[in-house]
């Protein structure tokens, strides 16, 4: 398996459909073996019968389903923990992220580990940007970070590099800055941006911010007690 897609998804029954199916086409067009990995985040919609549906005929599809709302990292970790692909790709199920970005973050891994998407063009309301720039401003300024646009679930990563890493609650934010200190080189690319044409976003001012800083101190700690060392002469 060459390719995964790794999709978190929670109550979103009018928007998975979409995103499979727009997810699908592009794929297939790249000509190589993939799968979507959708996790179904305990949703109390009807996001599961729908990916169950789309199942019928489409069997590059894989569905993992929670007994409960667990959060996005662990949706993300689950499907780390299941993808079969070389390279995988992250995706919202909110259908915002342009599937057709994925080809060009595709093309940059043949030179960087990790390609993270970052929106040129926000089309969300005011509330929701302000409060993302708040937040990036927020975490690279305590992370000694330069990310753009930690909030950007679209992303490609080589699958070595995700071997090992132990994920917490609320760590997916800080993905990029976890892998560049398990020593990957990280990039990033301008993506596009679709208004959210279904549901209602999860995330507000209070938990991208507030409910935020605590892992933002941890991520903090870890980066300041990083080991740093150069081996001088070895003799064997």
Not at 44 to 60: A, C, H, I, M, Y
Not at 192 to 218: A, E, Q, W
Request: proline residues 3%.
């Amino acid at each position: 398996m060459e390719l995964s897609v790794v999709i978190p998804a929670y109550n979103e029954e009018e928007s998975v459909g979409e995103c499979v199916a727009e997810l699908r086409q592009v794929m297939e067009g790249l000509g190589r073996p993939y799968e979507i990995i959708v996790v179904d985040d305990g949703s109390s919609d009807g996001t599961f019968e729908l990916l169950q549906e789309q199942k019928r005929d489409f069997p590059e599809l894989v569905i993992i389903r929670f007994d409960s709302n667990h959060g996005q990292t662990a949706a993300f970790e689950a499907g780390f923990k299941t993808a079969k692909g070389e390279i995988i790709v992250t995706i919202d199920a909110d259908s915002q992220n342009d599937p057709a970005d994925i080809p060009r973050l595709l093309e940059l891994t043949e030179f960087w580990d990790v390609v993270c998407g970052y929106r040129i063009t926000r089309r969300d309301s005011v509330v929701r940007r302000v409060s993302s720039r708040i937040a990036n401003w927020v975490r690279n300024a305590l992370t000694d970070e330069s990310i753009r646009d930690v909030g950007c679930s679209l992303r490609a990563i080589r699958a070595e590099c995700l071997e090992g890493l132990k994920l917490y609650n609320g760590m997916h934010r800080f993905l990029p800055t976890l892998l560049k200190l398990d020593g990957c080189a990280v990039t990033e690319v301008a993506v596009r941006h679709r208004p959210r044409r279904h549901g209602k976003s999860k995330y507000g001012i209070r938990n991208r911010l507030f409910c935020g800083l605590r892992d933002l101190m941890v991520v903090r700690w870890m980066k300041s007690r990083r080991l740093r060392y150069e081996i001088e002469v070895k003799i064997e």
